[in-house]
């Protein structure tokens, strides 16, 4: 609806005004609004289920330090095992506006793929959260790509 509809009704809005020789300003604001806003919900909805590839070491050292790192920031491990680690980060942190989010992370040979979804009501996938699921990823690879400098610092 929001992709469709808005884009729309504020182009019908946008063409009455211009067939009615009637001031365009705020129809013209309202189209451009809605383009923008609608283009921004179809780019969440193609990345919606998109996996960010970090580069890692071993496969038991990456899932150690997923373990550390999910320990340090108060994440719950729902699920892990050799080939991935599901967390659920807390509703408190995404401020309410979710109903849940999760941190998927697939171990593929040394490196590490990640993806976050924030779910909505009856436990869909919410693309309105995309952009701070972003954020989420950015912090868990910072966070990884640190522990694994301080890894290779141990070594030497």
């Known amino acids: 609806m929001f992709v469709i509809a808005f884009p729309f009704i504020s182009f019908m809005e946008f063409n009455s005004d211009l067939t009615k020789n009637e001031p365009i300003g705020i129809s013209l604001i309202f189209l451009t609004l809605s383009l923008i806003l609608s283009s921004l919900l179809i780019y969440s909805i193609l990345n919606l289920n998109t996996l960010k590839r970090i580069k890692g070491l071993s496969r038991g050292q990456n899932t150690n ?3 550390k790192i999910a320990e340090k920031n108060n994440w719950n491990i729902y699920s892990s095992n050799q080939q991935m680690t599901i967390l659920n980060l807390n509703w408190k942190e995404s401020g309410g506006f979710d109903w849940g989010k999760q941190l998927t992370i697939i171990y593929d040979g040394t490196d590490v793929l990640v993806n976050c979804i924030s779910f909505g009501l009856h436990s869909s996938p919410s693309p309105f959260h995309w952009f701070v699921n972003k954020r989420k990823i950015n912090k ?9 400098k301080n890894v290779l610092q141990q070594r030497l």
Do not use: A, M, Q, V
């Open 140 to 148: 868990l690879k910072t966070e990884f790509e640190s522990g694994i």
């Open 65 to 67: 330090l997923i373990k």
